[in-house]
């Protein structure tokens, strides 16, 4: 069965493809009058992802394709692991490291185009953002996927899957009550709720593969998650 997100692709090329419900999104963002800097989210989280790609294909990991989503950009690896930690260390952490070097760019930016400082602002802060979120030790974020390959090295990989996988589930509670929270507050905001019933979505998904074949069968899928869009309303992120 072709699975519900590749029915709603739209294959620009071989690799290269977008859901049908973004576009929705983008009408939305010039509606809403936040086009800039919905396109600069996703401009970030296009970066990021591209990141992975790189190393992904300099170390032989196959790639399947990039797709744009409604709410993110997301990477499909053709292997369902990567059975190298060390590749696939690599491979995580370069997404927010990928980040956090733009943010240095931004930085020295700002002191010299003063009189575009709110976009280079937004910019900084999008992608600082969007690595801090990603360096989360939860799974499938690059954070967890750090975690789960240096514990592998360590104790072998089911153990080190099983432990991300309560690790994680510990963070997404963390997450949801933060959500609550702030739901009490006047900050608010319903990018978090929606990050945090993504990322349930993906360990339960994680837990029955576990169970099947005592490792992760799917596809392996790294994220470009932006919940920088917190002043649009908007969190970006891979579904799972």
Same mark, same amino acid.
């Given at each position: 069965?072709?699975?519900?997100?590749?029915?709603?692709?739209?294959?620009?090329?071989?690799?290269? @493809?977008?859901?049908?419900?973004?576009?929705?999104?983008?009408?939305?963002?010039? =509606?809403?009058?936040? #086009?800039?800097?919905?396109?600069? @989210? #996703?401009?970030?989280?296009?970066?990021? !992802?591209?990141?992975?790609?790189?190393?992904?294909?300099?170390?032989?990991?196959?790639?399947?394709?990039?797709?744009?989503?409604?709410?993110?950009?997301?990477?499909?690896?053709?292997?369902?692991?990567?059975?190298?930690?060390?590749? !696939?260390?690599?491979?995580?952490?370069?997404?927010?490291?990928?980040?956090?070097?733009?943010?240095?760019?931004?930085? &020295? #930016?700002?002191?010299?185009?003063?009189?575009?400082? !709110?976009?280079? @602002?937004?910019?900084?802060?999008? $992608?600082?953002?969007?690595?801090?979120? $990603?360096?989360?030790?939860?799974?499938?974020?690059?954070?967890?996927?750090?975690?789960?390959?240096?514990?592998?090295?360590?104790?072998?990989? &089911?153990?080190?899957?099983? #432990?991300?996988?309560? =690790? @994680?589930?510990?963070?997404?509670?963390?997450?949801?009550?933060?959500?609550?929270?702030?739901?009490?507050?006047?900050?608010? $905001?319903?990018?978090?709720?929606?990050?945090?019933?993504?990322?349930?979505?993906?360990?339960?998904?994680?837990?029955?593969?576990?169970?099947?074949?005592?490792?992760?069968?799917?596809?392996?899928?790294?994220?470009?998650?932006?919940?920088?869009?917190?002043?649009?309303?908007?969190?970006?992120?891979?579904?799972?």
């Amino acid at each position: 069965m072709t699975p519900y997100s590749d029915r709603l692709s739209m294959h620009i090329t071989k690799h290269f @493809s977008v859901n049908i419900l973004f576009f929705p999104m983008l009408a939305a963002s010039i =509606l809403g009058r936040f #086009f800039l800097l919905f396109s600069i @989210s #996703f401009i970030c989280a296009l970066l990021h !992802e591209l990141a992975h790609v790189a190393v992904a294909i300099r170390l032989g990991v196959g790639v399947s394709n990039v797709q744009i989503q409604p709410f993110g950009v997301c990477a499909h690896l053709k292997s369902s692991i990567i059975k190298n930690p060390w590749h !696939e260390i690599a491979v995580a952490i370069c997404g927010p490291l990928t980040n956090f070097i733009i943010c240095s760019v931004l930085s &020295l #930016f700002s002191h010299f185009y003063s009189d575009y400082q !709110e976009i280079i @602002s937004y910019a900084f802060y999008c $992608n600082l953002a969007m690595a801090s979120i $990603n360096l989360l030790p939860c799974l499938p974020l690059d954070g967890g996927r750090i975690v789960r390959s240096f514990l592998t090295l360590i104790f072998g990989a &089911l153990p080190a899957y099983n #432990f991300i996988v309560k =690790l @994680s589930r510990f963070v997404i509670l963390l997450l949801i009550c933060l959500s609550v929270y702030m739901l009490l507050t006047s900050s608010f $905001n319903f990018s978090l709720i929606l990050c945090s019933l993504w990322l349930r979505s993906c360990i339960s998904s994680s837990v029955s593969s576990l169970y099947l074949l005592r490792l992760p069968s799917k596809p392996t899928k790294y994220v470009g998650l932006c919940p920088s869009l917190v002043s649009t309303g908007v969190t970006c992120s891979g579904n799972p």
